[in-house]
């Protein structure tokens, strides 16, 4: 007889292999197969059963609701519950958690882990969304909710683009932004969305205009203070800064403002080799301001939902 390395009860044997088979994201070749099974899925008696755990709605974040949900119910049953929901729900791991939401165990609605764990959910959707593998979205979603966590810093889960000339780093930071919503986008349409020239670069307006065009709630607002910064932050709502770059030079500059600490903002750059950039929250606010137009702490703020 072949040795055990665990005890498995009885009413446990197969399930783990049955919900590997039918449920996650790494047994389907792309998303669209995905879809069109999630489809197939909520037709079915058990599928329609899910939708009534769910509890109340959280927040709406980026366009993507956040439920909470009953756990004890999603793992009382074998095939049709769910014995591994701990915390989020795994939103493209399982084919059970409706597209467009990220399902949260109902546990955790009062806890100061919640925004941590929410944040996981929707990086690692994100990285699947764009096609990396689940292991390797989890393992990036794990490492983040760690670091909100730790409780030093507070960040959003934005990542970093090089732009490709030194008059794009508007339509680059823009798109920096929209990738956080999901909506990737090539820097060469958003510089002529923008209005970009090899001249005059990007006016922030034309920032604004062209965010509008793609659907998105936008404005620009002067004299932003850092409690304001960090505050949209705590929303969800990244800022584009024109800010001096080099002020000895009158050089202007666009980066992305994607979260905090105690003393540094935390920088998604497009200029910037390393792609994120910590700086003195006291020195940046000295250098936000553009020589050309005479705006001081200009901020383009975008918004995923249809009103901030």
């Not at 590997?20 to 197969?33: A, G, Q």
């Not at 399982?94 to 009062?110: A, D, H, K």
């Not at 941590?116 to 690692?124: C, K, Q, T």
């Not at 969800?236 to 980066?255: K, L, M, S, T």
């Amino acid at each position: 007889m072949k040795n055990k390395i665990i005890f498995v009860p009885k009413n446990i044997m197969g399930v783990y292999e049955w919900q590997d088979r039918n449920y996650r994201i790494d047994r389907v070749k792309n998303i669209k197969d995905f879809r069109a099974r999630k489809v197939k899925f909520f037709g079915t008696t058990i599928g329609k059963k899910f939708l009534g755990y769910k509890i109340k709605k959280f927040i709406n974040l980026n366009g993507i609701d956040v439920w909470f949900v009953n756990g004890d119910k999603l793992r009382s049953g074998v095939k049709s519950g769910d014995i591994d929901f701990t915390m989020g729900g795994h939103t493209y791991r399982y084919l059970y958690v409706p597209e467009g939401e990220i399902w949260i165990e109902s546990v955790y609605q009062r806890t100061k882990e919640l925004m941590s764990i929410v944040w996981h959910e929707y990086l690692e959707q994100s990285l699947m969304c764009f096609g990396m593998s689940y292991l390797r979205a989890h393992s990036l979603a794990s490492i983040f909710e760690m670091t909100l966590r730790e409780g030093k810093y507070t960040m959003l889960p934005i990542g970093t683009y090089r732009q490709k000339t030194k008059f794009t780093c508007g339509p680059a930071a823009l798109k920096i932004v929209l990738e956080y919503f999901r909506r990737p986008i090539s820097e060469k349409y958003l510089a002529k969305l923008s209005k970009t020239t090899k001249i005059k670069g990007t006016n922030p307006q034309d920032l604004v205009e062209g965010a509008k065009k793609l659907g998105f709630s936008a404005y620009q607002k002067e004299y932003i203070t850092p409690n304001e910064v960090k505050n949209l932050i705590k929303k969800g709502i990244p800022i584009i800064a024109n800010y001096q770059y080099e002020p000895r030079f009158g050089e202007g500059h666009y980066a992305v403002i994607i979260g905090f600490s105690k003393d540094n903002f935390i920088l998604s750059d497009p200029g910037a080799m390393e792609g994120y950039q910590m700086v003195s929250i006291k020195e940046f606010m000295k250098n936000w301001f553009e020589l050309e137009d005479k705006t001081h702490r200009q901020g383009v703020i975008i918004s995923g939902n249809k009103k901030l």
